[in-house]
């Protein structure tokens, strides 16, 4: 892997992440916080925590658009850590749609708790020029 290319940094964050269901608009997942996306005192990194939210939220899109869409509003609420070891829990699902910008809201919890983590929100668009049929 090329880690200046992004290859290495989307996978290390995505690590371990396990997709539970995807379709209609939704996108269930769970997740163990591991070391190498923690800070220095053991809790869940923000910025690991963005990069969660973005391909979850992204994921929940495709389940129905069928289309990559990119980030274009993007914000992160915070409520609650996440040590290393804990299991988390997510959950992205549209809030709109109307057909050029999707938003789409996400909610990462304490899987033993339900404790709210964070509640990641985004509107996505289609990039310039790029549709499914140029995969």
């Known amino acids: 892997m090329d880690a200046w290319n992004g290859e290495l940094f989307d996978a ?3 690590s371990g992440l396990r997709l539970t269901f995807t379709g209609g608009g939704r996108a269930l997942c769970s997740y163990r916080v591991h070391a190498s996306v923690a800070d220095e005192e053991g809790n869940w990194h923000p910025g690991a925590i963005a990069t969660v939210i973005d391909d979850i939220g992204a994921a929940s899109i495709m ?11 993007f914000s992160i609420s ?3 850590r996440a040590k290393i070891g804990d299991e988390v829990e997510i959950e992205a699902k549209i809030a709109e749609d109307n057909g050029r910008l999707t938003a789409v809201v996400i909610e990462l919890r304490h899987k033993e708790t339900g404790r709210l983590v964070a509640i990641g929100r985004q509107w996505m668009s ?7 049929s140029n995969l």
């Open 12 to 14: 290390i964050p995505l």
């Open 63 to 73: 389940s129905v658009v069928g289309e990559i869409k990119i980030s274009v509003d």
């Open 78 to 80: 915070f409520f609650s």
């Open 126 to 132: 289609f990039s310039r020029g790029f549709r499914r």
